[in-house]
């Protein structure tokens, strides 16, 4: 490539599997790219691990006590990078002059402020963290066009649908002749199941996704279907589609990892192994190409794709989603925020598995929805959809 330096990159959310799919990319192109700063919630020991692989000028984790630790670790193993703690530090890490990339890759609400930092210093930001989106989708892209940042979808089906679409897509899709976009959707482990059977179901069994390692937040929201309905409202906001125009479409194998209808009567799909790195490569590349370390698709082995509708019977999390969309407004903040809740209580045994998906039906009726222009608004509906949530679950214990 024609690049006189390496692009220095943040990773945010670097101890989680998109960070460790980010940093495999990203040492095998070692002229091309380097480590920045790399942050952390809690976890000290993987992050002194990837510190001293990646040498990065800074280190960031959410507690005081952490950083300290972390600080003397690294001091003892003779590493110059700096250790800071807290939000600030994390908002620094990714606005700062000196970094060129910044891979969104927190989970939740809380990655939401130090990305839209990166997105508003103009950087190229690699978006992995959809709940930032979903929450602040009109600020947030209008903040995109603002401060002229590069903004990568990174989740696989909205990567895909990127790669079906021509280069300049921005001004809706009937302006470039879509009529749809096909957001395919694995089913995950609980496909074909019936309502009746899942209230039982435990964390383990909803974490064990067939063709995706992943943290167990979107592990959880795979086996609700949630997960598919942040999307359909990311797909939303990112190609300035209706909700009508996504159509949610089960593909059991993942080897088509979403698709493009255009009113000729073509549909442009993209293939692959289910493997991060392939978007995770194409966002820090494009335009250009890079090698991602996956395997090449055999379609052989493959040898069939299956497709099939939602059952949103089964998993109303998705309707609830398409619904909290069409009502627009802090309606998206609220469902992401009850839901974060609901799935940590799901997680911590203190909700089954069912519950998730009421619990955030209670909180979306129960909070009316506001315009969600300001970002004050947006955070302060957060909160109180999650006291909100609370409250609910008190009815489940
Ligand atoms: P993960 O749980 O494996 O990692 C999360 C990372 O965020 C960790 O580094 C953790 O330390 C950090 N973190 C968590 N809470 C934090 C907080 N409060 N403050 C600061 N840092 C915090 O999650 P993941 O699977 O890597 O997913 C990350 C994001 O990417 C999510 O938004 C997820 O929806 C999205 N995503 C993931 C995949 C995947 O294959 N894993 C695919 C598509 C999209
Ligand atoms: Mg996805």
């Keep these: 490539g024609a690049f006189h330096r390496p692009q220095a990159v943040t990773v945010l959310g670097a ?14 192109h070692p002229g091309r790219y380097r480590v920045y700063a790399l942050t952390a919630h809690h976890s000290r020991e993987r992050l002194a691990q990837l510190c001293l692989a990646h040498r990065p000028a800074r280190a960031v984790l959410a507690a005081e006590d952490d950083a300290t630790w972390l600080r003397a670790r690294l001091g003892e ?3 110059a990078t700096e250790v800071h703690w807290g939000e600030a530090s994390l908002i620094e890490v ?8 910044v891979m969104a890759a927190i989970v939740g609400a809380a990655g939401l402020l130090p990305t839209l930092a990166a997105v508003r210093a103009g950087k190229r930001v ?20 603002r401060h002229r940042a590069i903004l990568m979808p990174i989740d696989s089906e909205h990567n895909a649908i990127y790669q079906c679409l021509p280069a300049e897509h921005r001004g809706g899709l009937a302006r470039i002749g879509v009529t749809q976009l096909l ?17 039982a179901v435990t964390p383990d069994q909803a974490c064990a996704h067939p063709n995706w390692a992943m943290g167990r937040k979107i ?3 795979s086996a609700t279907l949630m997960n ?25 194998q993942s080897v088509i990892h979403s698709m493009v209808a255009y009113g000729d009567g073509s549909v442009i ?16 590349a494009w335009p250009e190409r890079i090698e991602a370390g996956v395997e090449a698709l055999d379609l052989f082995q493959v040898a069939r794709l299956d497709f099939q509708a939602a059952d949103e019977e089964a998993f109303p999390c998705l309707r609830l989603a398409r619904e909290a969309m069409a009502a627009g407004g802090t309606a998206p903040a609220v469902l992401n925020a009850a839901n974060e809740v609901a799935v940590g209580a799901f997680l911590a045994g203190r909700l089954t598995f069912t519950g998730i998906a009421e619990v955030v039906e209670q909180v979306l009726d129960a909070c009316p929805r506001q315009v969600a222009e300001e970002l004050e608004v947006i955070l302060e509906e957060d909160r109180r959809a999650r006291c909100r949530a609370e409250r609910s679950l008190e009815r489940y214990r």
């Design 77 to 79: 193993a003779g590493l």
């Design 228 to 252: 598919k309905g942040l999307e359909l409202i990311e797909a939303c906001w990112l190609f300035d589609a209706r909700p009508d125009q996504v159509q949610v479409v089960v593909h059991p």
């Design 183 to 199: 957001l395919t959707a694995s089913g995950g482990p609980f496909l074909g199941w019936h309502r009746s059977h899942l209230a």
């Design 219 to 221: 592990s959880v929201d």
């Design 126 to 145: 690699l978006l992995a963290n959809k709940e930032a989106l979903v929450m602040s989708g009109a600020l947030f892209m209008e903040a995109v066009e």
């Design 15 to 28: 101890t989680g599997s998109i960070g460790a799919s980010t940093l495999d990319v990203i040492t095998r």
């Design 94 to 101: 990714a606005q700062s002059s000196e970094v060129d990339v």
């Design 269 to 284: 799909a993209q293939l692959g192994n289910p493997d991060m790195r392939t978007p995770i490569a194409y966002g820090l």
